[in-house]
DNA sequence: GTTAGCACTCGACCTATTAGAGTGCTAACA
DNA sequence: TGTTAGCACTCTAATAGGTCGAGTGCTAAC
């Protein structure tokens, strides 16, 4: 049995109403919404039949029919389709997005909950977005400074002008020539270099020059590779509007609610998210995960939307929604793919 | 009517059962409960009193009793006026601690989630922590660094070792030289002073000792104050086991489990909870806010304990246990106190 | 292949009915 | 006068029975 035309448009017409109304729909409801003018009994027939494709399911015998995964799967397929050849057609309009602009913000960590609150409170789902993760992270400068007698702080600028500080405790007081001495090796040798490829031969090799202050060398590698770790251990995440899934009955029991806040408490879980989005995402950059699909244990019962948002060259980050499975499609895909499409703007006028 | 000590007796006898079983208690089970042997109808009549002075409750007519918002006050005020004495006998030994040791972490960040896994899981409450706060911004250090030719770093460093950084562009390149005057000029005028008593006379000096260059001392000026006010603005905080409210079914109707959630994602509010704590906190440190005292809306229907740590001199946070009103007193008190003083001393090791 | 018709199913909702826990009150007791 | 036994009463939670209606599956006719 394979799925024709008019199961198609069934199939399109179930998911729907049953988008709309959040209830099982019954045959009757389709025979009469549908332009293909059918009787319920025929929409019976074809239903029947859905339901031995995996595309619909029967809560009860005598009950109406809802979508399944798999039927939402081919729902979204053929919803991102039709918006593919819509952006084609036409450059979309702003006319919905007022709610969506994101303030002018200074700080990174202020943009990204913005943007997050935005999300949420404009779809009515949650939302979570992650922070810019460089993906080459290249030393830009280093400069160790004395604070107090033995005591210096390296300041660490990476590509993107993320700044890392370290504070060193040393043996003995070191005097002014020696530290500068020690910025100009660590920035001649270390300078433009990305971090995987810092290797021992340059550790040594620095280490020999160093003479007598190897031991800060030592200290100030340690650093940078320690932030840089700490920094690729826990990525930033941000989350937004978690309680909106108690607006949605089918995940607002204890048992799933509390599996989902979980989820966005332990920041870890979303992590997994970010790193599936980002390796799995294809041309457009937007990913839908439906119910099993979803790479988020706790998020089985949900839907999950998510986008890779490029803030320049190598450096990127995710956006996501998370909704109950019957979520509007249609509105989170294109509130993400708008809101993207900002950040990517937005990154330029802010860049720094 | 006043409080005679039988009363007392039987109104904690009762707050105590309903604590542990979590269900209205009735008459029969505390006659046969209590040391003070009296009959079920004696102890009806005691209730009734307790009724009408409004220590407890009766859900309906024919059900048991549950601690109304005074009856726990009187239990908790009771609770921990024994506590102290406890406290003064003797110096209460570590056992039931190894859960609570917080393994030892360099980054104030990861320290401060620990501790806020550490109180929910230990306690199967909903827990949170605020980073400790500067009462008095001293600045430490100040260090600019060319960067780029016409772009500069300067690294803040106030008391306590809290480090900001704030990158400046300029316009005209600078050289070696002058940055050194100006580091000389800033770290010698602004060393060791606290934020709020750089005048505006010490910033008009300075600019006229910086001659041409006075556009960066106002630039850095700014810096400074920008960085404090935004530390100031978005008090840090963090959370944990906000899921933990599920397990108590008078709070995982949608309706309260929502609200709670939402204070916790809205760190706001629990921000009030911080300045409240720390305002009003008496000389043990330990608050607690029992239903409608809560400073936070959206936990009208829970317990909230706090306590403040104090890492130095006029640096101090809070902490925090939210649950349910009938919640383990005892045991959170006693958890929240030890937390506090591990706390405490591990500051004082981990100072850096 | 489509449709009308009809018996059937099953959850949602409403209504007793019952059981049991707990009360309030009265009358007797020390 | 405070305490207690006894008893009628109240109210909830749980169970069972009954009805309604939406929706189905199937058959037979078109």
Do not use: W
């Not at 035309?5 to 399109?12: A, H, N, Q, T």
């Not at 909106?244 to 204890?254: G, T, V």
């Amino acid at each position: 049995m394979n799925l024709d035309d008019r199961k198609k448009k069934i199939l399109l017409a179930i998911i729907k109403t049953y988008l709309e109304t959040g209830e099982p729909v019954g045959s009757r409801t389709i025979s009469k919404i549908e332009g293909l003018s059918l009787s319920s009994a025929t929409i019976r027939n074809e239903m029947a039949d859905l339901v031995d494709m995996g595309y619909i399911l029967q809560p009860h015998t005598s009950a109406g029919r809802i979508p399944s995964d798999k039927g939402y799967r081919f729902y979204v397929d053929q919803l991102m389709a039709e918006k593919e050849m819509e952006l084609e057609e036409r450059e979309r309009e702003t006319d919905e997005m007022k709610g969506l602009l994101v303030e002018k913000a200074d700080k990174m960590e202020r943009l990204l909950k913005q943007v997050a609150r935005s999300l949420s409170t404009n779809t009515n789902y949650a939302a979570m977005i992650s922070a810019p993760r460089y993906n080459i992270n290249r030393l830009k400068f280093i400069q160790l400074s004395r604070m107090e007698a033995n005591r210096i702080v390296a300041v660490i600028v990476v590509e993107g002008n993320m700044i890392k500080n370290q504070i060193i405790d040393i043996d003995e007081p070191i005097d002014d020539e020696t530290l500068l001495k020690l910025n100009m090796l660590l920035n001649t040798t270390l300078n433009g270099m990305a971090i995987e490829d810092i290797s021992l031969s340059i550790i040594a090799k620095m280490k020999q020059q160093a003479g007598d202050q190897a031991g800060i060398i030592a200290e100030v590698i340690d650093a940078v590779a320690e932030s840089i770790k700490a920094d690729e251990e826990d990525l930033e995440i941000y989350t937004s509007g978690a309680n909106n899934i108690f607006k949605y009955p089918e995940l607002a029991d204890n048992q799933k609610a509390s599996e989902i806040i979980t989820a966005f408490e332990e920041k870890k879980q979303l992590t997994n998210l970010v790193y599936e989005t980002l390796s799995h995402s294809d041309e457009r950059g937007i990913q839908v995960y439906i119910g099993e699909e979803s790479p988020v244990e706790n998020m089985k019962d949900c839907s999950v939307v998510t986008a890779t948002y490029e803030l320049d060259e190598g450096i990127h980050g995710t956006i996501g929604i998370i909704g109950p499975k019957r979520m509007d499609y249609d509105k989170v895909l294109s509130t993400i793919k708008k809101l993207t499409t900002e950040l990517d703007s937005m990154f330029k006028k802010n860049e720094r």
